[in-house]
């Protein structure tokens, strides 16, 4: 397994520079994009159509918006991937989950670069500084394992059932909905009334946490509470478990069905 | 039990193939259970046993479908079994389909780099290889470009010169070296032989039998999925030749038949029966450089002509002419003259001829009456068409104070 590091680091780099090869801004276009979706939701969400008031709101959604951005994006060009590299998984016999692996990291290098100019922003306008920014690393990490079990799914069930990506694009959407980017569950005023689903709101969602989390640290300036990183842990756990045994079991014809 | 570097095993192989006009499955088809419907799966291999034994060179033919590239996509580990066992020890590379596995965007130079990786080769041993492998490639300045610009020529040269730079234990290649021009595929070839020089396990599918005889000791014919020969190179192509004769009756010859069934031709001079023996007086189509031919020629001749003309043509593959001759023939009372030609030992080396013979009345050119086709099994050291069979020997070497001004 470690004799195909240099595969990955290849694929990575490959994947970094394939789309946007022949481009004038080549590379910057994976933070450009991200960025202007955080432009336009910061109008929509916190002046158009405002419905809490939650002060510093930009940066509020911007947490949510950067999480949300990287489970999405690498579960949607994760779920391509095995196909897009048809040629090589015909090719050779070499572990494939270095494919949809390298798809999750590109992304996660977006995420991360996204976060690095994020974070001295937060902290300068919320005062946030503090030793709990030490705990977002490990919550990136998490972050990381987690998207990456989802991935593998996706990726070996759409490589044999061409209906996944289709599936997926109309489950994101309502989730996107659904996951406290843009509002914060615990003051909505519906969930007031309801306070199950307000629970439901912050714990059934495995995306939910995360953001949450990141959310103390960076926005409120106080470490997570334990429920919080527990249910990281037990997400990342549970999903690189269930992404790796999935994929093992299917990956046998590949070359066949790619 | 673990292999050898270079040693192949295959027990009982078996895989088939679904074909469906659509590749991809849908959740709808596996929930409604559709894939019990459309055409039964197609066997590609069928219980087929190997043992390849490190540092052979095996051949491996059989028609279209046999299942000579599954056999090599199974041995590549790219695809699994259904049942059965199929293991490879060592490294190996496979060079199966044209320019797969090549980013169209990235250059030639970072293709290498991806190549080597796939292998499961660091980014030093692959850079150690990288100024061979270019120089290999006779790609020059290309190697900077994007590969979308490459001709398929240059695909090849590509492909092949990672394959052969990476230090193989097992080296399975495909038809694709016939793409490449004949100067780069003879280089090709002795790559091939260096590497089997140095120990590598070869496995080679090809139509090309020539190169099959040049590169291989040992011959596989695969025919439906199953083994149907197991040995030396010569004998097996041999009874591949004779296997692909009898499915399509001799084969098609590259010269135009004589339409003989128009009005009044009945009654004209032609060529009836035509068969190729044995030293033994048996027909058949298949000989072994050096071994007695006899042909046997039946002419039919009006009553009114008792005399003629016979041509005989030999034609190579290409069908180019290697040999004519004519003679003259009597018609007997019957109207039918019968001819033999005895060739006491044949002159041809490996690969398949075609004769045509031409009857007519007048001393004159005319079209081809009947072709019958014939597979000669050439022998090792050997190529060519014509074997002028000399012997090499060699002269006292020169020594003494003059010898460097002889040079």
Same mark, same amino acid.
């Given at each position: 397994m470690s004799r195909y590091r240099y595969l990955f680091v290849q694929l990575v780099r490959r994947e970094l520079r394939r789309k @946007?090869? !022949?481009? #004038?801004?080549g590379v910057l276009w994976y933070l450009i994009n991200p960025l202007v979706l955080l432009g336009a939701y910061t109008l929509m969400f916190g002046? %158009? @159509?405002?419905f809490q008031s939650i002060p510093d709101f930009p940066i509020f959604l911007m947490i949510g918006l950067v999480v949300w951005t990287f489970f999405q994006q690498s579960l949607l060009s994760a779920a391509e991937s095995l196909i897009d590299q048809g040629a090589l998984v015909r090719k050779a016999r070499f572990p494939r989950e270095a494919i949809p692996g390298a798809t999750v990291t590109v992304q996660l290098i977006t995420f991360c670069a996204l976060l690095t100019l994020l974070l001295p922003l937060t902290v300068a306008i &919320? !005062? #946030? $500084? !503090? *030793?709990?920014?030490?705990l977002v690393p490990v919550l990136v990490a998490l972050l990381y394992c987690f998207v990456l079990g989802c991935a593998l799914t996706v990726a070996v069930l759409h490589a044999y059932f061409r209906d996944v990506v289709p599936i997926l694009t109309a489950l994101l959407l309502p989730w996107f909905f659904l996951t406290p980017i843009f509002f914060d569950p615990r003051t909505l005023g519906f969930v007031q009334s309801n306070p199950l689903v307000g629970t439901a709101l912050q714990? =059934?969602? *495995?995306v939910a946490p995360f953001i949450e989390a990141l959310r103390a640290i960076l926005f409120d300036g106080h470490a997570p509470d334990w429920g919080r990183l527990v249910y990281g842990f037990a997400a990342a756990g549970l999903a690189i478990l269930l992404g790796t045994t999935i994929f093992r079991r299917m990956e046998g014809d590949l070359a066949v069905v790619v | 039990m673990n292999l050898r570097p270079g040693e192949i095993v295959l027990r009982d192989a078996t895989r088939s193939f679904s074909v469906r006009a659509d590749q991809a499955r849908t959740l709808k088809g596996l929930f409604l259970g559709r &894939?019990?419907?459309?055409p039964a799966p197609v066997p590609a291999l069928r219980g087929v046993t190997l043992h390849i034994e490190p540092g052979e060179t095996v051949g491996m033919v059989g &028609?279209?479908? /046999?299942?000579k590239t599954s056999t090599l996509r199974v041995l590549a580990g790219i695809v699994p079994l259904q049942s059965g066992e199929a293991r490879c020890g060592g490294r190996i590379v496979s060079l199966l389909?044209?320019? /797969?596995? $090549?980013? &169209?965007? $990235?250059s030639g130079r970072e293709n290498i780099l991806l190549q080597g990786a796939l292998y499961g080769l660091n980014r030093v041993q692959i850079e150690e290889r990288l100024d061979r492998i270019i120089a290999f490639s006779e790609l020059g300045g290309f =190697?900077? %470009?994007? +590969?979308? #610009? @490459?001709s398929s020529g240059m695909f090849v040269r590509l492909g092949f010169s990672i394959a052969a730079h990476l230090d193989a234990d097992v080296l399975l290649i495909d038809e %694709?070296? /016939? %793409?490449?021009d004949e100067a780069f595929q003879r280089k090709c070839l002795r790559r091939i032989s260096e590497q089997i020089a140095a120990g590598t396990t070869v496995v080679f599918v090809s139509h090309d039998a020539g190169a099959i005889e040049r590169v291989c000791e040992r011959v596989v014919v695969l025919d439906g999925g199953r083994i149907v020969f197991d040995g030396p190179a010569a004998e097996g192509l041999l009874h591949y030749h004779q296997s692909m004769g009898t499915e399509h009756g001799g084969g098609q010859s590259l010269r135009p038949e004589r339409?003989?069934?128009?009005?009044?031709?009945?009654?004209s001079v032609a060529v009836t029966e035509l068969e190729l023996r044995d030293a033994l007086g048996r027909s058949t189509s298949v000989f072994h450089s050096g071994m007695p031919m006899q042909l046997y020629a039946a002419v039919r001749a009006p009553e009114a002509v008792q005399q003629g003309w016979l041509t005989l043509e030999l034609l190579d593959r290409s069908g180019s002419s290697v040999f004519r001759t004519r003679t003259a023939f009597e018609a007997g009372t019957d109207g039918i003259a019968r001819l033999v030609l005895d060739i006491p030992d044949l002159a041809l080396l490996g690969g398949d001829y075609d004769l045509a013979l031409a009857a007519s009345a007048v001393d004159e050119a005319t079209p081809t009456d009947r072709t019958i086709r014939f597979t000669v099994a050439g022998r090792p050291g050997a190529e060519g =068409? +014509?074997?002028?069979r000399g012997s090499w020997r060699s002269l006292a070497p020169v020594t003494g104070p003059h010898a460097d001004g002889l040079r």
């Amino acid at each position: 397994m470690s004799r195909y590091r240099y595969l990955f680091v290849q694929l990575v780099r490959r994947e970094l520079r394939r789309k @946007y090869k !022949g481009s #004038t801004l080549g590379v910057l276009w994976y933070l450009i994009n991200p960025l202007v979706l955080l432009g336009a939701y910061t109008l929509m969400f916190g002046h %158009v @159509y405002k419905f809490q008031s939650i002060p510093d709101f930009p940066i509020f959604l911007m947490i949510g918006l950067v999480v949300w951005t990287f489970f999405q994006q690498s579960l949607l060009s994760a779920a391509e991937s095995l196909i897009d590299q048809g040629a090589l998984v015909r090719k050779a016999r070499f572990p494939r989950e270095a494919i949809p692996g390298a798809t999750v990291t590109v992304q996660l290098i977006t995420f991360c670069a996204l976060l690095t100019l994020l974070l001295p922003l937060t902290v300068a306008i &919320r !005062g #946030t $500084f !503090g *030793p709990a920014l030490l705990l977002v690393p490990v919550l990136v990490a998490l972050l990381y394992c987690f998207v990456l079990g989802c991935a593998l799914t996706v990726a070996v069930l759409h490589a044999y059932f061409r209906d996944v990506v289709p599936i997926l694009t109309a489950l994101l959407l309502p989730w996107f909905f659904l996951t406290p980017i843009f509002f914060d569950p615990r003051t909505l005023g519906f969930v007031q009334s309801n306070p199950l689903v307000g629970t439901a709101l912050q714990w =059934i969602n *495995p995306v939910a946490p995360f953001i949450e989390a990141l959310r103390a640290i960076l926005f409120d300036g106080h470490a997570p509470d334990w429920g919080r990183l527990v249910y990281g842990f037990a997400a990342a756990g549970l999903a690189i478990l269930l992404g790796t045994t999935i994929f093992r079991r299917m990956e046998g014809d590949l070359a066949v069905v790619v | 039990m673990n292999l050898r570097p270079g040693e192949i095993v295959l027990r009982d192989a078996t895989r088939s193939f679904s074909v469906r006009a659509d590749q991809a499955r849908t959740l709808k088809g596996l929930f409604l259970g559709r &894939r019990a419907h459309g055409p039964a799966p197609v066997p590609a291999l069928r219980g087929v046993t190997l043992h390849i034994e490190p540092g052979e060179t095996v051949g491996m033919v059989g &028609r279209n479908g /046999a299942g000579k590239t599954s056999t090599l996509r199974v041995l590549a580990g790219i695809v699994p079994l259904q049942s059965g066992e199929a293991r490879c020890g060592g490294r190996i590379v496979s060079l199966l389909e044209l320019g /797969a596995g $090549f980013s &169209r965007d $990235f250059s030639g130079r970072e293709n290498i780099l991806l190549q080597g990786a796939l292998y499961g080769l660091n980014r030093v041993q692959i850079e150690e290889r990288l100024d061979r492998i270019i120089a290999f490639s006779e790609l020059g300045g290309f =190697i900077e %470009v994007p +590969v979308k #610009t @490459y001709s398929s020529g240059m695909f090849v040269r590509l492909g092949f010169s990672i394959a052969a730079h990476l230090d193989a234990d097992v080296l399975l290649i495909d038809e %694709v070296l /016939a %793409v490449g021009d004949e100067a780069f595929q003879r280089k090709c070839l002795r790559r091939i032989s260096e590497q089997i020089a140095a120990g590598t396990t070869v496995v080679f599918v090809s139509h090309d039998a020539g190169a099959i005889e040049r590169v291989c000791e040992r011959v596989v014919v695969l025919d439906g999925g199953r083994i149907v020969f197991d040995g030396p190179a010569a004998e097996g192509l041999l009874h591949y030749h004779q296997s692909m004769g009898t499915e399509h009756g001799g084969g098609q010859s590259l010269r135009p038949e004589r339409d003989r069934s128009g009005p009044g031709r009945e009654n004209s001079v032609a060529v009836t029966e035509l068969e190729l023996r044995d030293a033994l007086g048996r027909s058949t189509s298949v000989f072994h450089s050096g071994m007695p031919m006899q042909l046997y020629a039946a002419v039919r001749a009006p009553e009114a002509v008792q005399q003629g003309w016979l041509t005989l043509e030999l034609l190579d593959r290409s069908g180019s002419s290697v040999f004519r001759t004519r003679t003259a023939f009597e018609a007997g009372t019957d109207g039918i003259a019968r001819l033999v030609l005895d060739i006491p030992d044949l002159a041809l080396l490996g690969g398949d001829y075609d004769l045509a013979l031409a009857a007519s009345a007048v001393d004159e050119a005319t079209p081809t009456d009947r072709t019958i086709r014939f597979t000669v099994a050439g022998r090792p050291g050997a190529e060519g =068409i +014509v074997d002028l069979r000399g012997s090499w020997r060699s002269l006292a070497p020169v020594t003494g104070p003059h010898a460097d001004g002889l040079r």
